[in-house]
């Protein structure tokens, strides 16, 4: 059983687009975070969101944490080539300062040129 | 600084072997974790190291196994393969693999089992 669901698993757009991709649980988090992952490279940690509706925003990149703290979304705006990668979403379901990450199987982004 | 650094990058093993993979990781950082990454289960989480002890461990049989030494390397090994431990494993450091602390992965070690 996943307890972290991603969607859509695999994503193909023009560069240019705006995309959305969500990260869906019905367990509560402490935090999550986002990682991209690039062709033979490890993941690249992203973004940490910790409230629950916090709004965070990377450049072009917009991470929202639900006000639940179950859930969250990565909004890519004038998506470019070099935003292709795999997505991941992480939560932590740790108590205090010890960390237990549970991640999701992730979302294939490519943007063509 | 220099990254997390995983060796060997790619092998290949036949089943019923056994292999270890090893990591350095940043310097300073004193916690260690390992994945396996495979496309139908995704990150896995393997086991935890802080100060050459075992904190956490995921849920894998006992073949796979790991240490950590006095200068916070680690490796993992895994005996008697399988052709399903054909996988990415990753390895993380971070400072003290506390909540707060930002995880930095390698670049994984490609192994295949045939």
């Known amino acids: 059983t996943q307890l972290l669901e991603q969607s859509p698993q695999f994503l193909s757009i023009q560069e240019g687009e705006n995309l959305t991709v969500y990260c869906n649980s019905s367990?509560?988090?402490?935090?999550l975070q986002w990682y991209r992952q690039e062709p033979g490279e490890g993941p690249v940690l992203l973004v940490t969101v910790v409230t629950g509706g916090e709004v965070k925003k990377l450049k072009r990149l917009t991470f929202q944490f639900g006000d639940a703290r179950k859930d969250s979304s990565l909004h890519i705006t004038a998506a470019q080539t070099g935003d292709t990668g795999l997505y991941l979403c992480?939560?932590?379901?740790?108590?205090?300062?010890?960390?237990?990450?549970?991640w999701g199987l992730g979302t294939s982004l490519a943007v063509n040129p | 600084k220099a990254g997390v650094t995983q060796t060997p990058r790619y092998l290949i093993k036949t089943r019923g072997q056994q292999v270890t993979l090893s990591c350095s990781p940043i310097s300073g950082h004193r916690s260690v974790s390992w994945y396996q990454q495979t496309p139908g289960q995704g990150l896995q989480f393997l086991f935890e190291?802080?100060?050459?002890?075992?904190?956490n461990k995921g849920n894998f049989p006992g073949r796979f196994s790991g240490r950590q030494f006095s200068n916070s390397r680690s490796e993992m090994n895994v005996s008697t393969l399988e052709l399903g431990d054909s996988a990415l494993y990753l390895c993380?450091?971070?400072?003290?693999?506390?909540?707060?602390?930002?995880?930095?992965f390698g670049e994984g070690s490609w192994l295949t089992v045939v």
């Open positions: 367990s509560v988090f402490s935090s």
């Open positions: 993380a450091s971070s400072l003290a693999g506390t909540a707060v602390d930002t995880i930095y």
């Open positions: 190291y802080f100060s050459e002890t075992q904190r």
């Open positions: 992480a939560g932590d379901r740790g108590a205090g300062n010890n960390r237990k990450l549970i």
